[in-house]
């Protein structure tokens, strides 16, 4: 085990990093000789990362070391599973990347390179994908011979929908990161090596919401999606009223009134 970042992360495997900076944490994917391929070691790590988030950090940007963001799954550790041992280690990566999802911080993806299999359920799970122009994403478990694991069929669908999955899947199609804005896997194209910077512009803004705010739009906005619409939208105006109810929201919105909080504009 790596040494501890600092103030109260918890420690890493030698194949993650993670440096807190203010009130956000920079978590990096540290195999580049392997182009990040996701080892059970790591995917605990990030598990053990996101399940103890010091109190303090309010947005997290995760990105990968070298020419990729990752290569997916390590190949060489699937060969000796056998079926049991293959259904536990997909319900481990379901956990860590769950607490990824549904953690205590939003979390800002930076890709670059290589974002595939494992590596594009890894970026499915974070809550907004900023995409280098050098980014491609692709789903090789159709011609390996294995179906993803990293809950890619729950989450890839909603993003990108059910038969453009099927395609990547059955076909190995690639698309680019400009592809991938239009299709919902790309939220934000920057320039190659300007990643990591937007990155942790959005997470600033993204810490500087309210706790609250932030945690509704994690955890209640996906789950509300699934309703039917009458639970829907009972569920949404019980938040709603929780929300505005918050005396930092009841500040905010008398900033904003007495002319003390930007306006909205378009920059
Ligand atoms: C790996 C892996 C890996 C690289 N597992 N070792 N993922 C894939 O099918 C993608 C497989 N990887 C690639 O297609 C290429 O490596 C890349 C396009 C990502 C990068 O190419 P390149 O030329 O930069 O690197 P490389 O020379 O192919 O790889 C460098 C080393 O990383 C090499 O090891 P070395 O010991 O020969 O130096 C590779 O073997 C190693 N490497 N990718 C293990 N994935 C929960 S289910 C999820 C299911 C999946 O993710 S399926 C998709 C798996």
Request: glycine residues 10%; without cysteine; positive net charge.
């Given at each position: ?111 670059h ?18 995409a280098e122009s050098s980014a ?41 990161a ?12 920057v320039?190659a090596?300007k990643g ?72």
């Amino acid at each position: 085990m790596a040494k501890k970042p600092n103030r109260s992360a918890p420690a890493l495997p030698a194949s993650l990093s993670a440096e807190l900076r203010g009130n956000i944490a920079i978590v990096t994917l540290k195999r580049p000789h392997k182009r990040n391929a996701l080892d059970d070691t790591t995917v605990l790590g990030l598990q053990s990362f996101f399940a103890a988030l010091p109190k303090d950090i309010k947005a997290v940007v995760l990105n990968g070391e070298g020419q990729h963001f990752s290569a997916g799954l390590d190949l060489t550790e699937l060969t000796e599973r056998n079926t049991a041992e293959g259904v536990e280690h997909s319900a481990s990566w379901h956990r860590a990347f769950q607490h990824i999802e549904f953690g205590k911080a939003p979390v800002v993806a930076v890709l670059h390179g290589a974002v595939v299999g494992g590596g594009l359920e890894l970026a499915a799970a974070a809550h907004v994908r900023v995409a280098e122009s050098s980014a491609y994403y692709a789903l090789p478990e159709g011609s390996r011979g294995i179906y993803v694991g990293g809950g890619g069929s729950v989450r890839l669908p909603r993003l990108i929908g059910v038969a453009r999955m099927m395609d990547m899947m059955l076909t190995g199609r690639t698309y680019s990161a400009e592809e991938g804005l239009a299709m919902g896997l790309t939220t934000y194209l920057v320039e190659a090596g300007k990643g990591l910077a937007k990155g942790v512009e959005l997470a600033q803004r993204i810490a500087g919401n309210t706790e609250l705010t932030n945690f509704a739009i994690m955890h209640a906005l996906p789950r509300i999606a699934e309703m039917a619409p009458g639970s829907g939208f009972a569920m949404e105006a019980l938040i709603a009223s929780i929300a505005q109810a918050d005396p930092e929201a009841k500040g905010r919105l008398k900033d904003f009134l007495e002319k003390r909080a930007p306006k909205v504009t378009r920059s």
